[in-house]
């Protein structure tokens, strides 16, 4: 039998949670979505910063999944700022 990536990937998904752990996290947490994001949608992104202690959460509009590649200028300016901090 093969599996494709994407099969692989949804079946990762489906049973694997690590909410648990999160607020374990200790060091500080950039998190940057895309709104329009449709694999992991920005309710996904939102839990994360409720759940990571301190996490800054940058929701980048008009961006989707690949939201490093279409906002990179945006996402370095923001990187620099939060590495810098």
């Known amino acids: ?21 999160l607020p374990a996290i200790s060091v500080p947490t950039l998190i940057i979505h895309g709104e329009a994001d449709w694999i992991f ?7 994360l910063a ?8 940058i929701m980048v509009p008009d961006a989707g999944h690949g939201v490093f590649l279409q906002a ?4 370095i300016e923001r990187l ?3 590495l810098t901090a």
């Open 1 to 21: 039998m093969h599996l494709s990536s994407s099969s692989i990937h949804d079946a990762a998904y489906q049973s694997f949670d690590s909410n648990d752990r």
């Open 50 to 57: 409720q759940r990571i202690p301190d996490a800054q959460l």
């Open 72 to 75: 990179h200028e945006r996402i």
């Open 80 to 82: 620099g700022r939060f």
């Open 41 to 47: 949608t920005p309710a996904h992104a939102e839990t």
